[in-house]
């Protein structure tokens, strides 16, 4: 992975051979700790990194720093901000192919998705950038309320929040990391990256990013470490103005408990149900279902992770879904294969007990059930019930169950019975019902005809239940990283110019 790191100009400052420093101040720094953490490569376990495991002190240096920039960065005009994520935007489309490298070694993605994911961010950055200039205040006259008259005038505009605590998953380490930095930035904001702990490598490349871009020392900071030992103290810092996490539900209720009076954004778990219809083009809907449930070995949130079809296509539509999964690639990321290694093995063993649960009450085994290290074959479970674990817990890996019920309300009780609320999904050629079914799911999205996903990134996103905290998108997050202001001009002089009307 060297060679890939050596491609990108300045990485050796960031870094001594493979053992990464954190960000503080536009310096790059070694933890007075002197402990580091291993990042393994999940296909082979390989080291791939290091990189430094700060202390509680310079957890709270990079915040006091953060908070110390704020001016320097809430004065410059929007324009500014948005020509410097519009530079950044173009440095990672130049490095995309040795990023995505390094991303496909740290968390095991397939090569093609990892460089996708960096150009993805590049144009979240570049959409950001526009949305940011969209943005716009308003004047209201009092009159239109009874009491009040156009003496009063309330001029609202937004201000930014302060300092930006962002937190990303494993999963997506760039993506899900530079949707939170970039409508922070653009918002005005300072900001505080704690990536995730496995996945670590690819957002440190952020400060020289952003760095080379044009973003003042200090408006930008990175830190690293187990969240177990600096993660508590980051969320509850006095100067911290918001937290945007994106991670389990079980994480993100713990943040909510010690957080505080601040802002939060979360994007948490789900249990993405796929409810197919009767009359549903099954060509599609199993492409689909394939799709979203096993894309990235079905580590994603908005994974298709239970399938609940009419009696009257059920065995069609499972027959046709186990003849596509069986053709599903299985191996090394760098190959592109679809199924590759799950993060680690206590994820593994996770998935393997749900399986285990499903079978030993009477699932179904259609395929799969097999695991080589990290990597677990695409498990399909037919004959699910409630009474199994897999048809409630999010499995975050490569199994299916599919629950057949005898009607779209039993289906729709089963989806809504759920803790979990981020996306449903409706397959059928009846778009009338489909608009009365997705009336009645308690999710924040529902695709109809469609795998969950969550982009386009314009879209807004949201979770209910236990799936998350307010809405994200690019506009969406702007507006949550940011407040109004307020100022009320009373024009008390202005009734002495108020003429009488005159009528024919």
């Known amino acids: 992975m060297i060679e890939e790191i050596e491609k990108i100009p300045n990485s050796n400052i960031m870094r001594d051979d493979l053992n990464f420093k954190y960000y503080v101040s536009g310096t790059w720094k070694k933890s007075s700790s002197g402990k580091m953490v291993s990042i393994l490569n999940p296909y082979n376990n390989e080291v791939v990194g290091k990189v430094q495991a700060c202390s509680i002190e310079e957890a709270n240096e990079v915040i006091t720093v953060a908070n110390e920039n704020r001016e320097c960065w809430e004065e410059i005009t929007q324009r500014e901000r948005a020509e410097v994520l519009m530079k950044a935007a173009s440095i990672m489309k130049e490095w995309a192919l040795s990023l995505g490298f390094i991303m496909m070694r740290e968390i095991g993605k397939p090569l093609k998705s990892a460089v996708s994911e960096i150009t993805r961010t590049a144009e979240y950055f570049e959409a950001t950038a526009e949305a940011g200039l969209q943005q716009e205040g308003e004047a209201i006259f009092g009159d239109s309320f009874k009491g009040f008259s156009r003496d009063k005038m309330s001029m609202t505009y937004r201000v930014p929040l302060g300092v930006i605590l962002c937190i990303g998953p494993f999963n997506y380490p760039f993506n899900l990391t530079g949707s939170k930095i970039a409508p922070a930035l653009m918002a005005g904001n300072t900001v505080v990256v704690k990536p995730p702990t496995q996945g670590a490598i690819t957002p440190l490349f952020f400060g020289l990013i952003l760095e080379k871009a044009g973003v003042p020392p200090g408006v930008f900071n990175i830190i690293t470490g187990r969240g177990a030992e600096i993660g508590d103290y980051l969320v ?41 219809l009767d009359d549903a083009n099954l060509e599609l809907t199993a492409d689909a279902i394939v799709s979203g449930a096993f894309s990235y070995s079905g580590q994603r949130c908005t994974a298709v992770k239970r399938v609940i079809p009419m009696p009257g296509i059920a065995d069609k539509l499972i027959a046709l879904v186990k003849e596509k999964t069986l053709k599903l690639s299985i191996g090394d990321p760098e190959k592109n294969s679809t199924i590759g290694p799950l993060i680690n093995s206590k994820q593994c063993e996770y998935v393997q007990g749900l399986i285990n649960d499903a079978v030993g009450k009477g699932a179904t085994l259609l395929c799969g059930n097999k695991r080589e290290g990290n990597i677990m074959w695409p498990t399909l479970l037919d004959n699910v019930t409630t009474d199994m674990r897999i048809a409630w817990e999010e499995p975050f890996g490569p199994v299916l169950p599919f629950i057949r019920v005898k009607s779209a309300e039993e289906a729709i009780q089963i989806s809504n019975e759920s803790e979990y609320g981020l996306q449903g999904m409706i397959f059928t050629e009846n778009v009338d019902l489909a608009f009365n079914i997705a009336q009645e799911l308690e999710v924040g999205t529902i695709q109809i005809n469609g795998k969950s996903e969550r982009g386009p990134d314009h879209f807004p996103f949201l979770g209910t239940k236990s799936s998350g905290l307010g809405t994200q998108g690019i506009k969406y997050s702007i507006d949550a990283m940011s407040r109004p202001k307020v100022i009320v001009l009373n024009l008390s002089e202005r009734g002495k110019l108020v003429k009488q009307c005159k009528y024919d």
């Open 236 to 276: 509850q810092h006095p100067l911290v103005s918001m937290v945007s996490f994106t991670g389990s539900s079980e994480t993100g209720k713990h943040i909510a408990s010690v957080a505080g009076m601040k802002p939060l954004l979360f994007e948490l778990g789900g249990k993405d149900a796929a409810i197919v």
